[in-house]
């Protein structure tokens, strides 16, 4: 179930980065309640098409995130957060400040997650 709301996070996440990045040559939205972007709006499929295209063209993302652990087997929820970094093809990174010494990696093969009970911190 975390899994699913994490990836769901970041679908959102690249959701809103594609909305507010106008892809190259793309018109620029008008003032709101305007109809300047009435005639580029088309159906929902040409949208779905212009999403694309600005998904496509982002090459990396890098974010700061905070997520809330809350379940039945912890006595309060536990908030955690972090670094996360993606670059096209497959990879992702997570770096946890809160708790520190968490990390988790994927380089579109494999996965790696490791946690360090009691992280080393600079002298």
Do not use: H
Request: charged share 25%; glycine share 8%; with cysteine.
């Amino acid at each position: 179930m975390r899994a699913i709301r994490a990836c769901q996070r970041i679908g959102a996440l690249l959701g809103a980065l594609a909305c507010a990045t106008p892809a190259a040559g793309a018109p620029a939205p008008g003032p709101a309640g305007s109809d300047a972007g009435a005639k580029s709006s088309g159906s929902a499929a040409s949208a779905a098409r212009r999403l694309e295209e600005r998904l496509t063209a982002v090459k990396a993302v890098e974010a700061e995130f905070v997520q809330t652990l809350d379940t039945p087997a912890l006595a309060e929820p536990q908030e955690e957060a972090g670094r996360l970094y993606l670059e096209r093809p497959g990879k992702m990174r997570w770096e946890y400040a809160r708790p520190a010494g968490k990390l988790a990696l994927a380089d579109g093969k494999d996965r790696r997650f490791s946690e360090r009970r009691n992280p080393i911190t600079p002298a």
